[in-house]
């Protein structure tokens, strides 16, 4: 006999949760109202089941829900960006409900749902001693894009990343290698456009097209680019 352990997440609203689920392509196998409230979803042939707060519980407003392992963490992300593309018109990147950016060599990556509910989508064979940045490898600005991709990708917090690479290219730009500083032109206008801030964004491109790249190098910088940035300057150009 084998046991099945299903994630029990807060429900809140529970139509508006379904429904954000339903648009990532997630089946509702059950959905009630009386005499409580509960819902289940299954996708992948993973489930999640939704329950109302205890009594007398208050929730923060977003709070860890859920890990789902699956074989194709990629290929995951860019199947629910392009279902919440089309479901919202624009794939959500601030408050809730949102899914953070991923870019190549990325292991993992979150779902904010519209109550707060966070599923960690993580590669299943992610490696168990992963490079959390500042190698002592690495140097000057290299360095900084390596810390600033860590607060970025794995603490979520853009805005200490976006302080970490401007501080980094005041110390750090004019010795830096031009890739190196393009690397960081590239982050901050993809940080820009999590932003929303279309004029940090205008600025940010305009810096990376003074950057004198080879051809190999500029495909090295787009290789880098998140599926959110792509995304944007896909619909902007």
Known sequence: ??????PLLWSGDLPSTLEFYRALGYTVTHEQ???YVYGAIEHHGCALHFAPAPPGVELPVEHA???????????RHAEYSAALRAHYGKIPSKGRPRITRFRPGQSRFSLVDPVGNTVLVIQRDEPMELEYGGSRELKGLARVLDNARILRDFKNDDRAATRAIEVGL???GATAT???RARAYAALAELAVAAEDPDRLAHWRSELDTVELTAEERT???????DLLTAWLAATD
């Open 33 to 35: 109202s009386r005499p």
């Open 170 to 172: 005041h110390r750090f």
């Open 1 to 6: 006999m084998t046991d099945t352990a299903v």
């Open 220 to 226: 090295a910088i787009a290789a880098d680019a998140s």
């Open 178 to 180: 031009a890739l190196d």
């Open 65 to 75: 829900g859920a890990l789902v392992m699956v074989d194709d963490v990629a290929a």
